[in-house]
């Protein structure tokens, strides 16, 4: 284990190495700079760290090396409610919960640790950790906050010679999409069930499989969106960022004049549920239905699918589904392809 601690000094320049105990010690002085000391394990360890920081001493001013050293105990904790300060308000509204309840989970486990203190080696030790509890993409979501703000404290907040561990690490891999889709009269049973609890959760499930639309997406239409005479949606705020047009199916229209119908005013939200409130209902009526490891996600999958296999073009699919790039469309050509197959032998 190493430990640094350093003291203000005056005098001549001069590196020295101890051998104290079981452990070698290093102090290194310079006029005007502040000293220098460390405890490490082997001699060689003690050789290479005397080097680098002659190195750094002979680089950089006094008030530069001074600035360093405060910055190598700057807490995460201290680093993360800064960020959340002065960061998370630029962000998205569900990227900022989202982000805060991944900034909360770090200060309570690691907000002790000092941000320059968190090197390759102590965050591969983190990711073994999260991967007993956490999924892939949710450990990749904690490395891209985690990195994110060693940028920002780099290049906005003059810590210049922090290094970013995750730039070190390797993240884990994503598993394949899932390719769960309706099988069967599932759809059938999914729409009664829901209709038996909640007409509009139906009617909301009716525009998932027609439309490709994300769950927030859809909860966060608004009426002054939906072009009737169009017969389209537009949606202003998607989780890429850009704003896209979706056309409305006959049975996808029909789903919004009936929840039309029923609501109150014509302004506003088009559907009362809430996101944990669509969803919690959304799973009882799987359960109700009989159906297993169908997402609500799946419903996405399953409409984009549909769209290739009526042989629409991959781009205009891709312009219609909003996915932000072609390689995440890639898994969709088989379907195409087949469609494209059968429709020129006949079959």
Same mark, same amino acid.
């Given at each position: 284990?190493?430990?640094?601690?350093?003291? $203000?000094?005056?005098?001549?320049f001069?590196?020295?190495?101890q051998?104290?105990?079981?452990?070698?010690?290093?102090?290194?002085?310079?006029?005007?700079?502040?000293?220098?000391?460390?405890?490490?394990?082997?001699k060689?360890?003690?050789?290479?760290?005397?080097?680098?920081?002659?190195?750094?001493?002979s680089?950089?001013?006094?008030?530069?090396?001074?600035?360093?050293l405060?910055?190598?105990d700057?807490a995460?904790?201290?680093?993360?409610?800064?960020?959340?300060?002065?960061?998370?308000?630029?962000?998205?509204?569900?990227?900022?919960?989202?982000?805060?309840?991944?900034?909360?989970?770090?200060?309570?486990?690691?907000?002790?640790?000092?941000?320059?203190?968190?090197?390759?080696?102590?965050?591969?030790?983190?990711?073994?950790?999260?991967?007993?509890?956490?999924?892939?993409?949710?450990?990749?979501?904690?490395?891209?906050?985690?990195?994110?703000?060693?940028?920002?404290?780099?290049?906005?907040?003059?810590?210049?010679?922090?290094?970013?561990?995750?730039?070190?690490?390797?993240?884990?891999?994503?598993?394949q999409?899932?390719?769960?889709?309706?099988?069967?009269?599932?759809?059938e049973?999914?729409?009664?069930?829901?209709?038996?609890?909640?007409?509009?959760?139906?009617?909301?499930?009716i525009?998932?499989?027609?439309?490709?639309?994300r769950?927030?997406?859809?909860?966060?239409?608004?009426?002054?969106?939906?072009?009737?005479?169009?017969?389209?949606?537009?949606?202003p705020? $998607?989780?890429?960022?850009?704003?896209?047009?979706?056309p409305?199916?006959?049975?996808?229209?029909?789903?919004?004049?009936?929840?039309?119908?029923?609501?109150?005013?014509k302004?506003?939200?088009?559907?009362?549920?809430?996101?944990?409130?669509?969803?919690?209902?959304?799973?009882?009526?799987?359960?109700?239905?009989?159906?297993?490891?169908?997402?609500?996600?799946?419903?996405?999958?399953e409409?984009?699918?549909?769209?290739?296999?009526?042989?629409?073009?991959?781009?205009?699919?891709?312009?219609?589904?909003?996915?932000?790039?072609?390689?995440?469309?890639?898994?969709?050509?088989?379907?195409?392809?087949?469609?494209?197959?059968?429709?020129?032998?006949?079959?």
């Amino acid at each position: 284990m190493v430990q640094v601690d350093y003291t $203000t000094s005056e005098g001549g320049f001069m590196a020295s190495i101890q051998k104290r105990g079981n452990y070698w010690r290093v102090q290194i002085r310079r006029t005007g700079y502040p000293a220098l000391s460390g405890t490490f394990d082997t001699k060689a360890e003690a050789n290479f760290w005397a080097a680098q920081q002659e190195k750094t001493l002979s680089e950089q001013t006094p008030e530069r090396v001074v600035q360093r050293l405060r910055d190598q105990d700057y807490a995460l904790a201290h680093a993360l409610d800064r960020y959340a300060l002065d960061i998370l308000p630029g962000k998205k509204p569900t990227t900022q919960r989202r982000d805060m309840g991944i900034i909360k989970r770090l200060k309570a486990d690691y907000g002790e640790m000092a941000l320059a203190r968190i090197d390759g080696q102590m965050l591969s030790g983190m990711i073994r950790q999260w991967q007993t509890r956490l999924s892939a993409n949710s450990i990749r979501l904690y490395l891209a906050v985690l990195s994110h703000l060693y940028n920002i404290a780099r290049k906005e907040w003059g810590m210049v010679d922090l290094i970013n561990p995750v730039e070190l690490v390797r993240k884990p891999r994503l598993p394949q999409g899932r390719d769960r889709r309706l099988i069967g009269d599932e759809e059938e049973r999914l729409l009664t069930a829901a209709s038996a609890m909640n007409p509009e959760l139906a009617d909301i499930v009716i525009v998932a499989i027609e439309t490709a639309m994300r769950q927030s997406e859809i909860l966060g239409l608004e009426w002054r969106h939906v072009h009737w005479l169009d017969h389209t949606c537009y949606l202003p705020d $998607t989780k890429n960022g850009t704003a896209r047009i979706v056309p409305l199916s006959v049975r996808a229209e029909a789903a919004l004049q009936r929840q039309q119908q029923r609501a109150t005013g014509k302004d506003g939200k088009v559907w009362r549920y809430t996101n944990d409130g669509m969803r919690a209902s959304y799973f009882k009526a799987l359960k109700k239905a009989g159906i297993e490891g169908l997402t609500f996600h799946d419903l996405r999958h399953e409409a984009t699918s549909r769209f290739c296999e009526k042989a629409i073009p991959m781009m205009t699919v891709q312009a219609i589904t909003g996915h932000k790039s072609t390689q995440m469309m890639k898994r969709y050509t088989h379907i195409s392809g087949k469609t494209l197959v059968d429709a020129v032998r006949g079959s």
